[in-house]
């Protein structure tokens, strides 16, 4: 049986423009694996859009929009 979690917004941003190697990019590809089921519901799915499209974060993302 897969765990389930909710995966904080900072995670997730953590993740995007982190380091290599830190524990937020290994708790995503954990999920990616299938070792962890994310769950989110529609105002925490709101918070990671809005919080992902503003501009200090995209321009610290190597990751582009397209």
């Not at 941003?13 to 380091?19: D, E, P, Q, S």
């Not at 937020?24 to 990616?32: A, F, G, K, S």
């Not at 994310?38 to 799915?45: D, F, Y």
Request: one cysteine or more; glycine letters at 8%.
């Amino acid at each position: 049986m897969v765990t389930k979690i909710v995966v904080d917004t900072n995670v997730y941003i953590g993740a995007l423009i982190g380091r290599q190697g830190s524990a937020n990019r290994e708790l995503l590809r954990q999920c990616l694996r299938g070792n962890y089921q994310p769950l989110m519901g529609n105002a925490l799915l709101n918070e990671y859009l809005d919080v992902m499209n503003r501009e200090e974060i995209q321009a610290k993302c190597p990751l582009t929009v397209q």
